[in-house]
């Protein structure tokens, strides 16, 4: 039950921050690099990124996207083309102003985004309604200067997915906007084992350029929450600025309607902050690099090694199975296992191989189970979707637990000073009153407008005129 | 026999470099972008990628590498540290001078290949022969200040892999260096259909800090050459440089040694330039994006189109297949396909499904084959073998014509001038032989001195010294 760990960690109760930087410096996820907010992904950490991105990618492909690759660099002139879009992105670009021993022209920024990109190259290639819906993503790194930094949350270069897609109307793109919001929601339940609040942003909160953004919002294990994925609609805003048109089905010049949506490796802070506990990771069955890690016990019997070989041959065709043969003791293998958030340990012993059995240990709840060989497949299968199961009710109950109604504006600061995590409030839509409840408070922020609203109060939880919506309110990373 | 083309592209024979260029344009392989030498990667040119990446990737995971992520940015003075490197590099490199609206303090270079990055990585995690070998791997994008640009052969940023590893001796990392020159040199005969010459680059010809270089060197329909794909010997010259050492097995520091290996997106400019022809893409069947496109034949006659949309839900589960049930008339699909360098079009009308059989046409040759439905599959898994194989045949027979042997300096310059491909020629050693042969052909450089060599005279070719090596000349992209 107490299974002390090799590598201390601090405890998430006593230092939440301090828990998060442990866990991704010692379960091997990342290494920090001479450029401060640049981070190396170990192989450990791209592991999890690459099944995070085979699943989405197969996704997308199923829904009849396609993927592309942009340029990493962006002209300064193209940038601006669309100015609420260069508003909000230029202060936090970086810039390259010397190639090959020259200074360049016309300098050029490493993409934060690239919305322009697409758009100058959908301007090339789309001229009638035939050619539409284009339905593009890339998977890439892009750069935002960041001041403040932190690993997989908010990185100075990060990967991830964009999907830019033009349509022949406002209801198809609108219809694009949500279906790809609920992609990523699907996403969150199924392969992460996340629960979350979906909904749509408040005008201030919107991205630089959009008419509406949607988001879907896990909460973390400490209340607060995380931006896990947002499907923006655009109408034809960008469209007219870069002057693309096509030839409709009635022969008329038509701009075009258009979604973007994104996530990003920060799913993997979100993973980390939702299911860690005080022994490092746990990680969604979905995702994980290693489903099931084989460690004999009494390695140096006979038999030991040969069968726990043999069973690692058998699982490998099913289920990403390790086996650590190494001379490493049993008790340095569990920790180590454990901070690396594997699902499911199986250990195998000379009695065990005597009674033809297996012991299966879970990471979520440690629980032990007797397998017998001959069903290991199917009790693995099992396991592993009741792992997944658990951790997401586990997820939900602290989401749940950690979710408020305010009534009221000092019913509001209150819950917000003493027990934080989600409030739901009633609001006017006045961004007046979202400024000055983040003022008050120190930083909680409207998160969304959910899909399913409830009639709290008629009026606005901070000026007592008539409300309009009820938000979800919350601190963020 | 003779489809005339709709989007009419260059003939070969007349200007093979603007052939070149309708054919990435016209088979919408690429757009280009507002940055000179920066591409757009279109769906069916980023699929391509897709596929190498796909294939390449789990065979180096089968032979234990792993995937991780490197920062965008090297600092300058992590840059400088290793000076045979930086002095190869740092001409070509993009700098970034300002982040975030701040100028850094220090400028940052876009990397233009990671070897620093690793090393600087390694010499945080590397301590014991215990954590020996280390074989990572990562895809991703680098950027060098090209002055003159051309799609996939030599672009400012461009797509790739490069694979860093660390060994406990020489010999480890010398057997691991020509493991993966065989690796690629596999691939491109297995996957791309393309043979070439593999071999030891000149001293004049090596990486920038590689102590030696080995290559794969296909020839391309012109007789040129393209540098494949290169494999480093580093010895312990970069782990000096960085500090990286590790405790070996008597209990002493030592240097680990070291190697990388890499190629690009610049595969794809050799694939066309090997087997496309004066109507498109010629494309190997392992890397197609769609292996075999069913065109329904006399569309409105009742069962045509039921009855090619069921053989493409029967087929899709085995092959890359697409329909095209689009009104487009058949000629036009006829070009659109053979354009793109689809390897098999299957042709299916109401006298065809009377009969219980299609017809499926060749892109390679134009043979044409009545297959009966049922035995569909292993037709099609037959053809296309068929495809790889005659296209290998047939490149391999173009290398075999476009390759000469030279006995003497009058005869490789008369080579040179007037017959081009690849000459064998006898070397004395000295770079200043290799430079006055460049620079008396006006381009024609050392390939590699390759692994199967021929003596062909004892004297070198240029200055009639003794002959060390036979050497492989060509001119090349």
């Known amino acids: 039950m107490d299974n002390k760990l090799v590598k201390e960690i601090t405890s998430m109760e006593e230092d939440f921050t301090k828990w998060y930087t442990d866990i991704v410096k010692k379960a091997d996820l990342i290494d920090y690099s001479s450029v401060k907010g640049c981070m190396i992904f170990r192989p450990y950490g791209f592991a999890i990124w690459e099944n995070i991105r085979n699943i989405l990618d197969a996704r997308f492909k199923e829904l009849g996207h396609e993927n592309v690759s942009m340029p990493l660099f962006i002209p300064e002139s193209l940038l601006q083309k669309e100015k609420d879009h260069v508003a909000g992105f230029a202060p936090e670009v970086a810039w390259v102003t010397h190639g090959g021993g020259e200074k360049l022209t016309e300098r050029l920024c490493v993409r934060p985004t690239s919305e322009v990109l697409f758009c100058e190259h959908y301007k090339n290639i789309i001229e009638s309604y035939r050619d539409l819906p284009k339905l593009y993503n890339q998977w890439c790194n892009v750069v935002r200067w960041e001041k403040t930094t932190r690993p997989f949350l908010r990185n100075l270069e990060f990967h991830w997915q964009e999907g830019h897609t033009m349509h022949e109307t406002e209801e198809d793109a609108r219809e694009e906007t949500l279906r790809m919001l609920h992609v990523y929601n699907d996403f969150y339940r199924d392969s992460l084992a996340i629960p979350a609040i979906i909904g749509k942003k408040t005008e201030k909160e919107k991205f630089a350029g959009a008419i509406d953004t949607y988001t879907v919002e896990p909460m973390m294990h400490n209340g607060f929450a995380l931006q896990g994925g947002t499907s923006h609609y655009f109408g034809d805003g960008f469209a007219k600025a870069f002057d693309i048109t096509f030839t409709d089905r009635n022969n ?41 890690v084989i460690l004999p016990i009494a390695m140096h019997k006979a038999g030991v090694l040969e069968k726990a070989a043999e069973l690692k041959e058998r699982l490998k065709t099913s289920f990403r199975v390790k086996l650590d043969d190494s001379d490493n003791s049993p008790g340095w293998k569990f920790s180590e296992y454990e901070m690396k958030g594997v699902p499911l340990r199986l250990e195998i012993g000379p009695r065990d191989i005597a009674d033809g059995v297996c012991v299966i240990v879970r990471r979520d709840n440690r629980e032990k189970t007797v397998v017998k060989l001959e069903n290991l497949e199917a009790e693995i299968k099992r396991l592993l979707a009741e792992v997944h199961n658990a951790m997401y009710e586990k997820a939900k109950k602290n989401l749940e637990e950690k979710t408020s109604v305010a009534k009221s504006y000092d019913e509001f600061l209150d819950i917000a000073a003493n027990k934080g995590g989600f409030i739901k409030a009633m609001w006017c839509g006045d961004p007046e009153c979202e400024a000055k409840l983040k003022d008050v408070t120190g930083g909680v922020k409207s998160r969304c407008i959910p899909f399913e609203e409830e009639e709290i109060t008629d009026t606005c939880v901070c000026c007592g005129k008539k409300a309009k919506h009820m938000v979800v309110w919350g601190r963020q990373y």
């Not at 701009?255 to 799913?267: A, D, E, L, N, Y």
């Not at 993997?268 to 490092?280: K, L, P, W």
């Open 252 to 292: 008329k010049l038509q701009h075009p309607h258009q979604t973007s949506w994104g996530v990003s490796t920060r799913m993997i802070g979100a993973i980390i902050m939702t299911h860690g506990d005080d022994s490092g990771l746990v990680l969604p069955p979905a995702i994980a690099p290693i489903q099931v």
